[in-house]
């Protein structure tokens, strides 16, 4: 069984900039895809970034694209979205999610099937 757990999250004023990491113990796979997934209350969870181990290849949401940056450091077991330029809609708690690594977009939730705790990251001035 693999385990996730993120961390990083926290307040920022808008513009500002945050680090999330997710640490990925316990019966890791070989190859497997990482995403991040985002929630607000009463609304559904949007995937907004993944990566897959297998080629480093990188998805982004156009609503985060070209601010915010996924990568993996594989000697750390860690993965890490780097949010810059941060917006209030941005607001939310964000979720790491471990899936196949057939899986180049995080479009439905239900196909990941490890997921951290969450971690909240609030932009507010």
């Known amino acids: 069984q693999v385990q996730l757990a993120e961390s990083g999250g926290g307040t920022v004023q808008p513009g500002g900039s945050l680090r999330l990491s997710c640490k990925i113990s316990?019966?890791?796979?070989?190859?497997?895809?990482l995403a991040w997934f985002r929630q607000t209350p009463g609304k559904e969870r949007e995937g907004i970034s993944c990566i897959s181990t297998s080629d480093g290849m990188t998805y982004y949401a156009d609503s985060v694209k070209g601010r915010f940056t996924i990568s993996r450091d594989n000697s750390k077991d860690t993965v890490y979205l780097q949010m810059t330029s941060l917006r209030p809609e941005d607001s939310a708690v964000y979720y790491c999610?471990?899936?196949?690594?057939?899986?180049?977009?995080?479009?439905?939730?239900?196909?990941?099937?490890?997921w951290g705790q969450g971690t909240q990251v609030t932009v507010s001035s």
């Open positions: 316990g019966r890791t796979p070989n190859y497997y895809s």
């Open positions: 999610a471990m899936g196949d690594v057939m899986l180049v977009r995080p479009r439905d939730p239900d196909d990941w099937h490890s």
